[in-house]
């Protein structure tokens, strides 16, 4: 795609919800005053729910991201949830064992941060061993990352914490940018913010240009579509995939340790963890985004709107209904949005092993 046919849809995509808070804006003024309507509506206009969707977007977003570039160069990769799980506990323990060290607490946050990071990276390094060394089943070794991490991380936080349930830690907090900050409206929201929401808003950009543009990027590429005639050229794939899924365990890391030391300050191990299935709606975005880490990043915010809207309805008292159901609807919104996508072009030879020796 060019960068003329990317500004343009990103200024339809920018056009269309402007129109859609127009819209809102007007249904709020029609709204009889102390009506459930106006109550919903209300919670949606409010800037502090743009700034939790922004937040919320985070760890959805880098698990698209990390998505695309393992399925990219080839590798089916379903244990980005996985990823995410381990990231999120790792960074609590190291966090934890940082501040008994007497580090202070902002050292300790970006160690902790980047032991994450680590920690994700090894956990894709061995399921890159599985996929590509050993041809395993890329579905299969995906869904037993996801597995053994949905089992290991609570038995890890209980041996140390003697809880499922980590202990709460301090937060990243939010960087204010000067001056941008105040600019009315959109400056609390974007300039106001936790580091790891400018990092997402980096990294769309960044992760975009190098699949387009770099050498890397071409080569990420040429092993998911063609890779006979990368080993033609004189290439490894299996080099190549390897790089692809281990860019994966980073932005996978980035996304669990970020969403866990950036805004909940905790690791929660009941049910599904604290990631709640986020991993896969990661997988969700990237299929609506086609494989483009900036579209991604759109269907990534459409998901964690829906996700913190179900939040505050269930706030609402007026509204006589299950907190369980208003928790289904960002996952309502995930099947009727692959119920819509029928466009998505995945990678040619995605799944498909490769021997260089062939």
């Known amino acids: 795609m060019s960068r003329r046919r990317v500004f343009r849809r990103a200024g339809k995509w920018a056009a269309g919800v402007a129109v859609v808070i127009a819209v809102l804006f007007v249904l709020r003024a029609l709204a009889p005053s102390g009506s459930v309507p106006e109550q919903i509506l209300d919670a949606i206009l409010d800037t502090g729910y743009a700034g939790s969707v922004l937040r919320v977007t985070v760890p959805i977003a880098f698990a698209a991201f990390g998505g695309i570039f393992a399925e990219k160069s080839g590798i089916i990769n379903i244990g980005i949830e996985g990823f995410l799980i381990l990231s999120a506990l790792s960074s609590i323990v190291a966090v934890q064992r940082f501040l008994e060290m007497g580090m202070g607490t902002t050292t300790a946050l970006w160690l902790a ?3 994450g990071i680590l920690v994700s990276i090894a956990a894709a390094a061995v399921f890159a061993v599985f996929t590509i060394r050993y041809e395993s089943n890329q ?6 990352v996801w597995l053994i991490s949905l089992g290991l991380a609570p038995f890890v936080s209980l041996i140390l914490f003697q809880s499922v349930n980590s202990p709460s830690v301090e937060t ?6 000067p001056v941008l900050s105040e600019i009315p409206a959109v400056g609390p929201i974007f300039f106001d913010a936790s ?3 400018y990092l997402m808003l980096v990294t769309a950009p960044l992760a975009w240009y190098v699949l387009k543009y770099t050498r890397l990027g071409r080569r990420i590429r040429a092993a998911g579509e063609n890779p006979r005639a990368l080993d033609t050229a004189g290439v490894s794939v299996s080099r190549v995939r390897y790089v692809g899924v281990l860019l994966s365990g980073v932005l996978c890391g980035i996304g669990g340790a970020g969403f866990t030391l950036g805004q909940l300050g905790v690791f929660v191990g009941n049910l599904d963890t604290s990631i709640g299935g986020r991993g896969f709606l990661g997988i969700v975005a990237y299929l609506f985004g086609n494989y483009n880490p900036l579209a991604s990043l759109g269907g990534a915010a459409l998901f964690a709107s829906f996700d913190s809207l179900q939040f505050r309805l269930q706030q609402i008292s007026a509204l006589d209904v299950p907190s369980q159901l ?3 609807l960002p996952y309502v919104v995930v099947l009727v ?3 819509l996508i029928g466009r998505t072009r995945i990678p040619a030879a995605l799944g498909e092993h490769y021997d260089d020796e062939e």
Do not use: E, Q
């Open 113 to 115: 941060f980047f032991v």
């Open 139 to 144: 579905v299969i070794a995906g869904l037993a």
């Open 172 to 177: 990243f907090g939010t960087w204010t940018i």
């Open 195 to 197: 580091p790891m929401v």
């Open 326 to 328: 208003f928790g289904i």
């Open 337 to 339: 949005t692959l119920t």
